[in-house]
């Protein structure tokens, strides 16, 4: 692997900006890339923001594929902005800004490879939802997206990372890695394995659904936690989607579960007493209602019948992931204290359970908002 970058090494003269970089600084919390905010001087004095990012080739090993997906989904998106005379679209979406010789990504002489964003000035995400306005602002904003992206033409968009959210896959990766038991966990995680063999018939829901022809293929973000939603830093109001390194081919539901999963929980997806975990029943009418606000324009009945049980999904199929990687000795996602991962699956499981106890009030406000919207 390539060292820790410095400032230093960003390859900022050979992106298509105008103008003198003044200084650059390490920033975000995400775990995949390495990510840098950089100011520039333009010849006529204004100052201007930019992200670079040295991208994460064993996480994402086809690039190209990768930017491709981004600027064809970010070149529609403004596209039907600008037609829509939208206000503001420099905000709402976000802008590539390629190589002085018009590549996508740089390729620099050590290997790295880089890529740089247009800065959106006075935005900010959060980690957790505090106020059901957010909530209702994201899932709007999420609900435009997969609107805005409905009539991309073909081809069909690259899968950078294949089976992302194919939860009996996913299973199957826990039962190889509780089989192997490589680093002789399986016998503290008993109870939790047992919670999810007990879900197995549950899992391919959506995929069922999808083979019967009833549930479409859309365009969707796959990686909709609360903290890829970017909003007003004045108003509140939800901008736009950031981290689109996995929008790819998938299901509608896919993305609203995910959100349910980060936004409508009551606690930290790491908090380790499970006594505040539950899903907040006023965040998932917010969410509900503003997700169909947007999202009613394209959703088929089949999709909104289902749209109470995706968050439930999600959050198993979340709790599988770090489960493996707690057998699989922590490959996968950075820990920070022994059992981490295991926390963390015990507290989405907890999270599923708490959505099994309140399923019929779900699906009751899923109906009561779907009267109003569709």
Request: glycine residues 4%.
């Amino acid at each position: 692997m390539n060292p820790d970058p410095h400032p230093a090494d960003i390859p900022g003269d050979r992106f298509a900006i105008d103008g003198a970089l003044i200084e650059a600084t390490a920033t975000g919390s995400g775990h995949i890339h390495d990510t840098f905010t950089a100011s520039y001087r333009a010849p006529d004095g204004t100052v201007r923001r930019y992200i670079h990012q040295r991208l994460n080739q064993i996480v994402f090993p086809d690039l190209p594929a990768l930017m491709e997906n981004i600027c064809r989904v970010t070149n529609h998106i403004r596209a039907k902005l600008e037609k829509a005379k939208a206000h503001d679209i420099a905000r709402r979406v976000l802008t590539v800004i390629p190589t002085r010789d018009e590549r996508l990504f740089l390729r620099d002489e050590s290997g790295s490879c880089w890529r740089t964003y247009r800065l959106i000035e006075h935005a900010h995400t959060h980690d957790r939802v505090t106020a059901p306005r957010q909530a209702r602002e994201a899932a709007r904003v999420l609900g435009q997206f997969q609107c805005l992206l409905a009539d991309l033409p073909a081809p069909r968009l690259k899968e950078t990372i294949p089976d992302f959210h194919n939860t009996p896959a996913r299973y199957e990766a826990l039962r190889e890695a509780i089989e192997q038991d490589r680093h002789r966990r399986v016998d503290d995680a008993a109870k939790e394995i047992a919670c999810i063999v007990e879900r197995s018939a549950f899992m391919g829901i959506l995929l069922e659904q999808q083979r019967a022809g009833e549930m479409p293929e859309r365009i969707t973000h796959n990686d909709t936690k609360i903290s890829n939603v970017l909003f007003d830093r004045a108003t509140g109001e939800a901008l736009c989607l950031i981290d689109l390194d996995t929008v790819m081919p998938g299901l509608a539901l896919y993305d609203f579960g995910d959100l349910v999963r980060t936004a409508a929980s009551s606690a930290a997806e790491d908090e380790q007493d499970l006594s505040k975990v539950r899903v907040r029943m006023d965040l998932f009418d917010a969410l509900t209602e503003g997700y169909l606000s947007a999202a009613h324009a394209f959703l088929n009945r089949t999709e909104i019948a289902h749209l109470a049980i995706a968050g439930k999904l999600i959050a198993l199929e979340t709790g599988i992931r770090f489960l493996t990687d707690h057998l699989n000795g922590d490959r996968y996602f950075k820990v920070a204290r022994l059992n981490h991962n295991l926390d963390r699956a015990r507290n989405q499981l907890k999270l599923v359970e708490s959505m099994d106890a309140q399923k019929e009030e779900m699906e009751r406000r899923v109906r009561t908002a779907a009267d109003r919207y569709c």
